[in-house]
Every structure is written in C-alpha cells, then in structure tokens.
C-alpha cells in the first residue's frame, strides 16, 4: 500500500472511530469504558496519521 492509500485508510478509520463514538454518547446507557477505548483507539490513529502526514511532507 502506498502512503497516501495508508493516510487515507488511516483517515476513514478515524472518521469511523468518531461514528462509534458519538452513537455510544448518545445512547442513555452508554458504556464509559467503551467511549474511553474507542477515545484511546481514535487518538491513537491520529498520532499515525501525523507521522505519515510528517514524513510525506519532508
């Protein structure tokens, strides 16, 4: 996979990441380990995402 098919991968996976997350905080009885994880997991493909981005740009 190229980097940019990577970035872009990395990008719909966050997106995704953000639907979870915001149909978890909406539902009355939304699971606070769950919203926390799913945090954890977007977080985490931000920081590739950056380090892609960083090194596509240099």
């Known amino acids: 996979m190229t980097t940019e098919g990577h970035i872009a991968a990395l990008e719909r996976r966050h997106q995704e990441l953000d639907r979870q997350i915001q149909a978890e905080t909406q539902n009355r009885l939304a699971d ?17 995402l950056y380090k892609l981005q960083g090194t596509t740009r240099q």
Do not use: S
């Open 32 to 48: 606070d380990l769950m919203v926390a994880t799913l945090k954890r997991k977007k977080l985490e493909v931000k920081d590739a």
